[in-house]
């Protein structure tokens, strides 16, 4: 029902992600693309149809999109969006609540590039705020033009709570040249753990250790 739906006529599309950015009840889709830039934003129209409106929701931005993730990084009650771009900064685009979205990547310290690729949201140390792992490939190690990149490292960060964010160099030494990442809690110890797709090298898993926050774990019954 592509066709149908209103979906079927774009190409060199890289994520999509479902997400409700209206808070209407239904879920709409988040496209990054790559070779033809332009982002879309496709509203659920509730009648099994969708309307682009990424141009008058401020994210139709001329930028290499590939990875992307959705979380509510402020806690006001509306997902945001972060975007990774192997050729430009990497993008946060905040819900402002009306409609519409504002990069705040610069101001929230989040807009570091290393040809990134890939991102993943979770609230890693379990204080509350959705954190943000970002993959970047690094296409050729070993040469100076891309291999000297001081952003080429894979990155965690921390979110702050008030809109900024660090960036755990813990974690950043890293140069996986990670396409892919995916996380949940493996073990079942209340902390998410995190397994990265890598490119010529070897896919790597890593277990949270976790800290003296407190979690909760919910089984839910007919």
């Known amino acids: 029902?592509?066709?149908?739906?209103?979906?079927?006529?774009?190409?060199?599309?890289?994520?999509?992600?479902?997400?409700?950015?209206?808070?209407?009840?239904?879920?709409?889709?988040f496209v990054s693309r790559a070779f033809y830039k332009l982002f879309r934003l496709w509203r659920n129209n509730g009648d099994g149809t969708f309307t682009?409106?990424?141009?008058?929701?401020?994210?139709?931005?001329?930028?290499?999109?590939?990875?992307?993730?959705t979380a509510d990084y402020d806690n006001d009650g509306f997902l945001d969006i972060y975007v990774a771009s192997c050729y430009e900064r990497n993008i946060l685009?905040?819900?402002?609540?009306?409609?519409?979205?504002?990069?705040?990547?610069?101001?929230?310290?989040?807009?570091?590039?290393?040809?990134?690729?890939?991102?993943?949201?979770?609230?890693?140390?379990?204080?509350?705020?959705?954190?943000?792992?970002?993959g970047n490939y690094d296409w050729n190690p070993g040469d100076p033009d891309y291999g000297g990149n001081p952003e080429g490292y894979n990155r965690l960060y921390w979110n702050n709570g008030n809109e900024?964010?660090?960036?755990?160099?813990?974690?950043?030494?890293?140069?996986?040249?990670?396409?892919?990442?995916?996380?949940?809690?493996?073990n079942n110890d209340g902390f998410d753990d995190l397994y990265t797709v890598n490119s010529s090298t070897l896919n790597k898993l890593y277990e949270?250790?976790?800290?003296?926050?407190?979690?909760l774990q919910i089984q839910l019954q007919e």
């Open 52 to 69: 682009n409106i990424a141009g008058r929701a401020g994210l139709e931005c001329d930028v290499f999109g590939q990875g992307s993730t």
């Open 1 to 29: 029902m592509t066709q149908e739906a209103g979906l079927g006529n774009d190409a060199n599309n890289h994520v999509g992600l479902w997400l409700d950015f209206d808070n209407d009840g239904d879920l709409d889709m």
């Open 93 to 134: 685009f905040h819900n402002n609540g009306d409609g519409t979205f504002t990069n705040i990547a610069g101001q929230a310290g989040v807009d570091g590039s290393g040809r990134s690729v890939d991102c993943v949201s979770g609230d890693f140390n379990n204080d509350g705020w959705m954190d943000i792992y970002v």
């Open 164 to 186: 900024t964010f660090t960036n755990d160099p813990g974690i950043t030494a890293d140069r996986s040249r990670t396409i892919g990442s995916s996380i949940g809690d493996l």
């Open 208 to 215: 949270n250790k976790g800290n003296s926050n407190n979690w």
